[in-house]
């Protein structure tokens, strides 16, 4: 007779390695040791869906089977943490706004064009974030606008482009702001209003793609916030280099609360604003280069 | 005009010190004039710089020199991160520098040889725990803590007693880093002076023992927030450290403590949202003893840190249906770690009453929650989640955990199940339905197989193929080999598969054809089905495989050879001489018990990949004799790999033994 086994297999050390290492390779997301226990869970239904018997045959799976690109996109979905919420890291967003959206409307106030990337973009609060501060600092108003949300997740992509969300999400959101951007959806949740999503489109992208990142436009800004905690040295290079070539001379680059560039930052300069600390793309040679504070 | 601040001779000299080539004639000075630069943008880079530069006794000497410049700070901070980046090349100047008439000088080789970290320093350092001077004593003992060793821990336990208590509470804190907690009485003494208390919790976590829990409880009802943050500090670690099987013990001991305060569950919750890990940590044990259900949301939350993941889902299994409960109603409130996680304990917590709340928490979650979702339902005993259950058989992602969750529910709504799965069948809602409706319905379903196994469309019977051989061979196997010869891809490699569950004498002249199959699936289904059906007949095309230059083709053909009890030592060593790891790999498990299996091993210790010495040196631990104890030794010795050397080192122990 056939048995319902509702137990689940264990991953050994080896095996997690082996398939921390292949994960890494692929889109640079480093699982440390300690970790595996929560590899093990994520990754476990991923086995039941395959009908696999333990992680030694998901790992061959991921080398041999003819649909392994498929199932490690799927692995590094359940791999990711995804969590993030709008009006992320307050203090960065006013430097943002008071010091940083004053000197793109004057630099582009010609073109009358504005282009925001959120890398790693998550669920989309970051990329709604933006649109809904470049919409409230009214110096966009009649400019073309567009905030691009990318991320290797697809899953967290199609939540981003439903525009809807629950408490958690809005956690840091204030009641005005709250009234002004989102409309009841039912069901406890919210969804953005059109106005601002008309300002935003996502799309799929590992950041580590250097051939992908060609369809990614010239940017005046990236946010890539939180993502590369995950990375090695070696793949933060390889990141920042692609995110460079993607940024206008003078763009700015704002990375997460507890990142920095160093020991790697020698393509971008260092800018002290009054609120915060933001990196940017050095000018073409020739046009002045500025840079940041000493102290 | 650019408002933003511009200064660009700073950027210039930054610049500058960035390109300049470190081997250059004079790069040193140059570097050591930017150590002094007013921009700490600047030093920062001369510092990196200085680390990376070639002759580093020459360049360590140089900068200790800069330490003594009064005055100087910015360039002596530099200086002493540039020092600690050197690595060895700084050790022999730096400890000379320990015997400096300054104590700031003292203070300042204390301080770098502890972010250097190297055991060589300790002996030096223990010295200098005689120096005249307070300051650097302390600059000593913390430096002993980092660096660790025998004699460190021996003295700083000697210091516990110092007339100092700036000397007692850095010996601790050395203590902590170096996880030695000393004597259980010292520490509890320690315990009633303010000013070590929260050094001396960290410690007490260390102990793996009642009397520590207990000790640990009394802080957590201190009215001082600092001090019951120090005391979940010491719980999250002492629970990493006790055998879980006394952790019942343990948590009985915080249960009771907890119970005496009126506002425990409130004070958990405000130490759930504190900074430091270990704190939450000891706050998920806490609200696991005190299973207080209107705790379960910010527990939930805990998981958004990775790390808690294993005590969030035990503390949530302990809150029990209540709490569950409680997560099911605000699903939607969570972040989504939180909802991961609170999905998964669901699933242990379920009743008949959650189908409702499960359900809905379908129509939006997340695929991987939604496979949790699955297995949650099976397990209401319910009736009602029979529909659902047979709906998701449609969603190819879910229905593999679908049709495991029916076969649990059959347990307790046999009838239902397969009403719902025949009906399911006859309108043709999804394939999924047929292996489903075989596992639960064993031969009455037979005839409706049969059926299926005709039918126009190859999903359905390849489905109906696989299903059959499940429930009856004899029909099985009439199946297979009608499957074997079919137009489909699918359906043939349906009935590969089957072929080999079921085996027989037939199976391995049956198989032959689809060994040569056009379709790469179908050949990799079949060199599978053969071992498994345990037909010898077809060893010799299995042999050709191995030297198959598809990696899955030659790993499948070991294996399937290993299981028929056919890896000789020919085959052995064509898949060992295999490119794919993979394939290496197979050869060594398959040859695990024979002779010729521990000679490859030895070979194949030295394997530029980590695996594969892993892989070799299991073997030799668990058939190699011991004359084999040299080699094994001999390749520890140079193991640079962590996971290898564990390998390595229990074939050592294991050999040694024989
Ligand atoms: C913690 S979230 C950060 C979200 C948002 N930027 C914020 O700060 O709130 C990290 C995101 O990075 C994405 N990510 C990780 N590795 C990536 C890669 N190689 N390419 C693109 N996105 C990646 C993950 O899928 C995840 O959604």
């Known amino acids: ?295 | 005009m650019n408002p933003l601040p511009e200064f660009p001779a700073e950027e210039a000299r930054y610049r500058a010190l960035q390109e300049l080539d470190p081997r250059a004639a004079g790069a040193l000075e140059v570097l050591v004039t930017g150590l002094h630069d007013e921009s700490w943008r600047v030093r920062h880079v001369a510092a990196e710089a200085l680390k990376r530069l070639p002759s580093s006794r020459e360049v360590a000497e140089r900068l200790i020199r800069v330490l003594g410049e009064r005055g100087e700070t910015g360039a002596r901070n530099a200086a002493a991160e540039a020092l600690a980046g050197l690595g060895g090349a700084a050790l022999g100047p730096l400890v000379t520098l320990l015997g400096h008439p300054d104590p700031d000088q003292r203070k300042f080789a204390a301080d770098i040889l502890g972010q250097l970290g190297l055991r060589a320093a300790e002996l030096p350092l223990v010295q200098a725990l005689e120096d005249p001077d307070l300051n650097v004593r302390v600059a000593v003992s913390e430096a002993l803590g980092r660096v660790g060793g025998e004699h460190s821990a021996r003295a700083l336990e000697g210091l516990l007693t110092d007339a100092e208590s700036l000397l007692r509470l850095s010996a601790l804190e050395g203590l902590a880093l170096l996880r030695r907690p000393p004597p259980l009485p010292v520490v509890l003494a320690m315990l009633e002076d303010t000013r070590l208390q929260r050094s001396a919790f960290r410690v007490l976590g260390l102990v793996p023992e009642v009397v520590a829990t207990e000790r640990i409880c009394q802080g957590l009802a201190s009215p001082v927030r600092s001090v019951r943050e120090a005391a979940l500090g010491a719980l999250g670690t002492q629970v990493a450290l006790v055998e879980p099987a006394r952790r019942g013990e343990v948590e009985a001991v915080v249960r009771a403590a907890l119970r005496r305060l009126p506002d425990a569950a409130q004070r958990l919750v405000q130490a759930l949202e504190c900074e430091d890990v270990t704190v939450r940590s000891g706050a998920l044990v806490s609200a696991a003893a005190l299973g207080e259900a209107s705790l379960a949301l910010p527990v939930a939350e805990a998981a958004r840190e990775d790390r808690l993941l294993r005590e969030v889902l035990n503390t949530l299994g302990r809150l029990g249906p209540e709490g569950g409960r409680a997560l099911l109603a605000h699903m939607a409130d969570l972040s989504s770690p939180a909802r991961a996680a609170a999905a998964e304990a669901l699933a242990d917590l379920v009743d008949p009453g959650s189908v409702t709340a499960l359900c809905a928490l379908l129509e939006w979650a997340e695929d991987d929650l939604r496979a949790v979702v699955v297995r949650a339902l099976g397990r209401t005993r319910s009736p009602e989640a029979v529909p659902p259950l047979v709906d998701l058989l449609v969603a190819p992602s879910l229905a593999g955990a679908a049709t495991r969750a029916l076969g649990v529910l059959a347990g307790s709504n046999r009838t239902a199940v397969l009403e719902a799965l025949e009906e399911a069948v006859t309108r043709r809602a999804t394939s999924a339905a047929v292996a489903a409706l075989a596992r639960v319905g064993g031969a009455p379903a037979l005839p409706a197989l049969r059926q299926l196994a005709r039918d126009a469309e190859p999903t359905w019977r390849a489905a109906a193929v696989e299903a059959a051989g499940e429930v009856d061979g004899a029909v099985g196997r009439e199946l297979a080999r009608a499957a074997l010869a079919d137009e489909a891809v699918q359906v043939r490699a349906a009935g590969v598969r089957a072929m080999g569950r079921l085996g027989g004498p037939e199976a391995g002249a049956l198989l032959r054809p689809a060994l040569h199959d056009e379709d790469a699936s179908v050949r990799l289904a079949a060199v599978e089905a053969v071992g498994e059906s345990g037909a010898t007949d077809r060893a010799s095309e299995l042999e050709a495989l191995v030297r198959h230059p598809d990696g899955a083709l030659a790993v499948a053909a070991v294996r399937a050879l290993a299981r028929l009890g056919m890896a000789g030592p020919g085959v052995l060593m064509d898949a060992a001489a295999h490119p794919d790891a993979e394939v290496v790999k197979a050869a060594l498990s398959a040859g695990a018990l024979s002779a010729v299996g521990v000679e490859l091993a030895v070979a194949l210790l030295g394997h530029p990949r980590w695996d594969v010495r892993a892989a070799a040196a299991r073997v030799l631990g668990d058939a190699g004799g011991p004359e084999r104890l040299d080699v094994a030794r001999r390749a520890l010795e140079a193991e640079a790999d962590a996971l290898a050397r564990q390998t390595l080192s229990d074939a050592v122990e294991r050999l040694s033994r024989r």
């Open chain 1, 1 to 295: 007779m056939p048995r319902f086994d509702d137990s689940r297999p264990e991953m050994s050390l080896e095996e997690f390695r082996l398939l921390r290492d292949h994960v890494y390779s692929h889109c640079g997301i480093l699982v440390h040791e300690d970790m595996k226990f929560v590899m093990e869970r994520r990754l476990w239904p991923r086995l039941e869906a395959l009908g696999l018997p333990d992680f030694g045959a998901y790992h061959r799976y991921l080398r041999y089977d003819a649909q392994r690109h498929a199932e490690l996109e799927a692995a590094v979905e359940a791999l990711t943490t995804h969590e993030t919420y709008f009006f992320r890291e307050p203090s960065q967003l006013k430097a943002f706004c008071d010091e940083l959206l004053p000197v793109l409307e004057k630099r582009n106030s010609r073109l009358k064009r504005l282009r925001l990337w959120s890398a790693g973009c998550s669920s989309g609060e970051e990329a709604y974030t933006l649109a809904m501060l470049l919409k409230d600092s009214r110096r966009f108003d009649d400019w073309d606008v567009e905030v691009y949300g990318t991320d290797i997740s697809r899953r967290v992509l199609s939540m981003a482009r439903r525009a809807e969300y629950g408490a958690s999400a809005l956690r840091a959101t204030s009641a005005d702001l709250l009234e002004r951007h989102f409309q009841p959806a039912g069901n406890n949740r919210v969804r953005v209003r059109d106005e601002v999503r008309s300002w935003v489109s996502f799309g799929h992208h590992n950041l580590l793609d250097e051939t992908g990142s060609q369809l990614v436009p010239r940017m005046d800004v990236v946010f890539c916030r939180n993502v590369m905690i995950y990375f090695d040295q070696a793949a933060r290079r390889r990141v920042l280099r692609i995110v460079r070539d993607r940024l206008v001379p003078g763009g700015y680059l704002l990375l997460g609360h507890s990142e920095n560039l160093l020991n790697l930052g020698a393509d971008f300069e260092l800018v002290h604003l009054q609120g915060d600390l933001v990196y940017r793309r050095p000018e073409l040679p020739g046009l002045t280069t500025t840079g940041g504070e000493g102290r």
